[in-house]
């Protein structure tokens, strides 16, 4: 695959593989994105489920809750311009670089070395500092799943539509 510009995205929520919103990374519509690797933050982040949709959120408060888990993609200018819009920055979320641990990496290298397990890279995250006040004191996790045992089911786009709810 060729990219003119790429970008890294880490994703932690529903857009991780098995989640509600994996598939728009894969809909050439929004452009291109190429899984790279499983990674976590070097640093504790609180990865909160909230709203009335039960949207994850990884708070911007470095220190506080888990070394949260996720996926790295390679993505091109157009899926980044996609997601910035999906993800409503920077509003609900802000882009930012965040410090990564690699699990395993199974993308392609650009020409350098395959990262070992533990090697440490950046990419961008959806996070936000934009929280209400109570999300800090939200039970966090380390790795999202909308079906986890929380409950607490992402309630897709589209199903907020049929119930006349775009907010
Ligand atoms: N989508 C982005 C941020 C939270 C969400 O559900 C992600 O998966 O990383």
Redesign the pocket.
């Known amino acids: 695959m060729s990219f003119l510009h790429m970008a890294r995205v880490f994703?932690?929520?529903?857009?991780?593989r098995g989640q509600p919103?994996n598939y728009r990374m894969f809909d050439t519509s929004n452009g291109k994105a190429e899984f790279l690797a499983s990674a976590r933050t070097t640093q504790t982040y609180p990865l909160i489920i909230t709203t009335q949709h039960n949207?994850?959120?990884l708070l911007n408060i470095p220190g506080k809750g888990h070394k949260v888990r996720?996926e790295i993609y390679k993505v091109d200018d157009k899926m980044l311009e996609f997601l910035d819009d999906f993800?409503s920055v920077p509003q609900m979320?802000q882009r930012t670089l965040v410090n990564l641990e690699v699990e395993e990496w199974v993308g392609e290298t650009m020409g350098e070395e395959r990262p070992t397990a533990g090697s440490i890279t950046e990419a961008f995250?959806?996070s936000t500092t934009t929280y209400q006040p109570d999300w800090p004191s939200l039970p966090c996790y380390e790795s999202y799943d909308s079906h986890g045992d929380h409950g607490l089911e992402y309630e897709t786009r589209e199903s907020r539509e049929r119930r006349g709810n775009v907010e």
Do not use: D
Request: aromatic share 26%.
């Open positions: 994703v932690y929520g529903t857009l991780k919103n949207i994850p959120f996720g993800e979320y995250v959806y």
